[in-house]
């Protein structure tokens, strides 16, 4: 079992940053680590994802080049940098945990509760 617990949320005005963080517990040896979000009245998409190595990492489309995914592997964590937001950011954004890298929720086993990003214009 892996728990997962987010924060870094929060309310910010369009142009502005954040910094989300998922603490991870449990039996982490080895697991990728993702972010999705979703929106209201929205399906859940995929944002960033890193492997175990950190070596291999993708972004969605929308994100690239202003979100960053990093991870320390001492402390647990895997980190979304999230830069010149956008209120089409604004969503529901969940960590998740597998057994290797994907793009898929349907591949992550693991999910946290979900932290609120709100990004007003």
């Known amino acids: 079992q892996v728990q997962l617990a987010e924060s870094g949320g929060g309310l910010v005005q369009a142009g502005g940053s954040l910094r989300l963080s998922c603490a991870a517990s449990?039996?982490?040896?080895?697991?990728?680590m993702g972010w999705f979000r979703q929106a209201p009245g929205k399906e859940r998409e995929f944002v960033s994802a890193?492997?175990?190595?950190?070596?291999?990492?993708g972004y969605a489309d929308s994100v690239k080049g202003r979100f960053t995914i990093t991870r320390d592997n001492a402390k647990n964590t895997v980190y979304l940098q999230m830069n010149s937001l956008k209120p089409e950011d604004t969503a529901v954004y969940y960590c998740?945990?597998?057994?290797?890298?994907?793009?898929?929720?349907?591949?992550?086993?693991?999910w946290g509760q979900g932290t609120q990003v709100t990004v007003s214009s």
């Open positions: 449990g039996r982490t040896f080895k697991t990728a």
């Open positions: 890193l492997g175990w190595s950190g070596t291999v990492r």
């Open positions: 998740a945990a597998g057994g290797y890298y994907s793009d898929s929720a349907a591949q992550y086993a693991y």
